[in-house]
T-cell receptor, first 116, second 114 residues
């Protein structure tokens, strides 16, 4: 089955710097890659996602890149702010399996701390 | 437009007991997935319900069962609770449009088994 590895487990940056979190996946059939942000005691919130028919997607200060050949994808946050501090999870699934993406396989998370 | 809601927010049980957790999907969504999130870990897929049937299942024992109602709400049942079942239980709802689907999570139910 699918396995998702996420690095680093913790990341500390100064406000205004960029942060990069990387994930690798094992199943070449995976074609959907979302990123979730989870603040302490709160629900995971989708911040950006990418499908395997594109290599990069941007939304303001957040971008995700996908390398299907190497089976890895990365989250890039520019101009970090203290409110970006949270745990970030990457995930992978095959949207063509069973007619649904339901079986999201998550990485173990990256705790991002943005220091003012 | 209400988002995904779950009840209860917290629950304390003892080993061997049974528990039922509830989830109401986001308005317009017809699919509910359940995940278990242990402390410091990413969510792990338990199963997914669509059209009142279990469509996919992760690597969880039969002690974990579920149900989906005609109004798309869902329940997660866990029998014979073990200490290791202590976790945050998240449900996520979605609606497939064409070939795409996005899951939105509820706030979770934190279960403590003593």
């Amino acid at each position: 089955g699918e396995n998702v590895e996420q690095h680093p487990s913790t990341l500390s940056v100064q406000e205004g710097d960029s942060a990069v979190i990387k994930c690798t996946y094992s199943d070449s059939a995976s074609n959907y890659f979302p990123w979730y942000k989870q603040e302490l005691g709160k629900r995971p919130q989708l911040i950006i996602d990418i499908r395997s028919n594109v290599g990069e997607k941007k939304d303001q200060r957040i971008a995700v890149t996908l390398n299907k050949t190497a089976k890895h994808f990365s989250l890039h946050i520019t101009e970090t702010q203290p409110e970006d501090s949270a745990v970030y999870f990457c995930a992978a699934s095959n949207e063509d399996y069973g007619g649904s993406q339901g079986n999201l396989i998550f990485g173990k998370g990256t705790k991002l701390s943005v220091k003012p | 437009d209400a988002g995904v809601t779950q009840s209860p927010t917290h629950l304390i049980k003892t080993r061997g007991q049974q528990v039922t957790l509830r989830c109401s999907p986001k308005s317009g969504h017809d699919t509910v997935s359940w995940y278990q999130q242990a402390l410091g870990q990413g969510p792990q897929f338990i199963f997914q319900y669509y059209e009142e049937e279990e469509r996919q299942r992760g690597n969880f024992p039969d002690r974990f069962s579920g149900h989906q109602f005609p109004n798309y709400s869902s329940e997660l049942n866990v029998n014979a609770l073990l200490l290791g079942d202590s976790a945050l239980y998240l449900c996520a709802s979605s609606l497939r449009t064409g070939t795409q689907e996005t899951q939105y999570f509820g706030p979770g139910t934190r279960l403590l088994v003593l």
